[in-house]
């Protein structure tokens, strides 16, 4: 029997495990206080819906899993922004609003960034169910990107980088 071969919950966090872990969590707070306000200034009903089903869906149970998890270890947590209220799209200013394709790109820009961080976490990790709770949120954000991406082709947001079409004589 080797080191660390028991129960993964019973063994400890290595310090790349809990800072990536941490960090995490303060990532994924921050995004429920920017997609909150998001909500506010979004005025198409399918973008409001995949809003919604992120933060309730994804965002909020991955912050509840992973303070359980950092609080049974011992570590400290991030502060958590306040909850934003809900505003009226009317009383915002037509200059001061996030558009509805500004606020869908950035919701696919941060899910992509959040596979990546997903990805980051399993590959530094030694705990089998750490590794398994990131790959689980993988694959939820996996999902959503491509939600969103249908969204943004659908609504005609999406903006596509130059294409190369071979023109070759051969």
Not at 97 to 121: H, Q
Request: glycine residues 8%; aromatic residues 6%.
């Amino acid at each position: 029997m080797g080191i660390l071969s028991g129960n993964p919950k019973e063994e400890p966090m290595h310090y790349g495990e809990v800072y990536s872990v941490w960090m995490h969590l303060n990532a994924a707070k921050a995004c429920v206080a920017a997609y909150e306000t998001m909500l506010n200034h979004a005025g198409d009903e399918d973008l409001k819906n995949l809003i919604s089903d992120i933060l309730e869906e994804g965002t909020k149970e991955e912050i509840a899993e992973i303070e359980n998890l950092l609080k049974d270890h011992g570590v400290g947590l991030p502060p958590t922004p306040p909850a934003r209220t809900e505003a009226c799209i009317e009383n915002i200013p037509p200059g001061a609003r996030f558009l509805d394709p500004e606020i869908a790109n950035k919701i696919s820009m941060d899910l992509a960034a959040g596979l990546v961080g997903c990805s980051t976490v399993m590959g530094q990790c030694i705990r089998e169910d750490i590794a398994a709770i990131f790959a689980r949120f993988h694959a939820k954000k996996a999902q959503f990107s491509t939600k969103c991406l249908r969204l943004l082709k659908d609504k005609g947001w999406l903006v596509p980088p130059p294409l190369h079409i071979d023109q070759s004589d051969c």
